[in-house]
Nanobody
């Protein structure tokens, strides 16, 4: 059974930083694209960033997060990370980790991921 477990969320002041982690025990991790999504109250789930399993771990970002967020992966630890800097109140959301092995590049929509974590809350105060 595939299990993704996020951690690292919390309350931070605007301008601050957080590092989210997602562990994927039991997954053939190195063969999966990994993505981060977020969902704020009353809004649809939104793509944040993704990293491929191939091509040296190519990375992809939503335009609004590019330059502030960085996604990395450690295949030896079956983990993916999201470093978030210069956080803004509008970044407040539940952040989800997702995994999928289809295609040569990770999807930019939630439909492109078969496995999901339960999420971790990020709250940014003004």
């Amino acid at each position: 059974q595939v299990q993704l477990v996020e951690s690292g969320g919390g309350l931070v002041q605007g301008g601050g930083s957080l590092r989210l982690s997602c562990a994927a025990p039991g997954l053939t991790f190195s063969r999966y694209h990994m993505g981060w999504f977020r969902q704020a109250p009353g809004k649809e789930r939104e793509f944040v960033a993704a990293i491929s399993w191939s091509g040296g771990g190519s990375t992809y970002y939503s335009d609004s997060m590019k330059g502030r967020f960085t996604i990395t992966r450690d295949n030896a630890k079956n983990s993916v990370y999201l470093q978030m800097n210069n956080l803004k109140p509008e970044d407040t959301a539940v952040y989800y980790c997702a995994a999928d092995r289809r295609g040569l590049a990770p999807a930019g929509t939630a439909m492109g991921y078969a496995y999901w974590g339960r999420g971790t809350q990020v709250t940014v105060s003004s």
